[in-house]
């Protein structure tokens, strides 16, 4: 246990820095004061910003990602224009077509959806969005690439709620 004990604060150590810039980032984004709303969303919110904290990166796209979802299925269900188990890809078709969102909030989230889609379903490896194919095509290490996913993913995430949370 000793040596375990040292290893971790060794890696504690070597990761701290790089753990304040992460959460002096992402510090800028967050809402303040108390926050009403779904438990689902809420806590979904929070563990996206923890993953980003400590550079789970995928995770928090995923996370960030299915706030979005969340947020925009909500919307349309409060209006009647969706049922629940509607499909993200179509929540946002809708969403469009009934101008609920901004068009760049929008396009954020399908492009997202799209990042996301390679780690949630299973593509073929010719498929554009996997991570393979996108570092390759950026010249880029994978960790900048899901890095960057990452913080456009919690721009969108703060963005969607900051919209919920005018509207209700």
Request: proline share 2%; glycine share 4%; charged share 25%.
């Amino acid at each position: 246990m000793d040596l375990l004990i040292k290893a971790l604060e060794h890696s504690d150590n070597d990761r701290r820095l790089k753990r304040a810039e992460r959460t002096v980032w992402i510090s800028q984004y967050e809402i303040g004061g108390v926050i009403a709303g779904s438990v689902e969303v809420i806590h979904l919110l929070q563990e996206a910003r923890n993953c980003f904290v400590e550079a789970h990166y995928i995770a928090t796209l995923m996370l960030a990602t299915a706030v979005i979802e969340h947020l925009i299925s909500n919307k349309l269900l409060q209006i009647s224009k969706a049922k629940y188990g509607i499909s993200f890809e179509r929540a946002i078709e809708i969403a469009r077509e009934e101008k609920i969102f901004s068009s760049d909030l929008l396009d954020s989230a399908d492009k997202l959806r799209q990042l996301r889609n390679p780690f949630a379903h299973l593509k073929p490896g010719n498929h554009e969005s996997t991570l393979a194919n996108r570092f390759v095509a950026q010249k880029r290490h994978p960790i900048a690439v899901v890095e960057d996913d990452a913080k456009e993913a919690v721009v969108a995430m703060y963005g969607y709620f900051d919209c919920a949370l005018i509207s209700e």
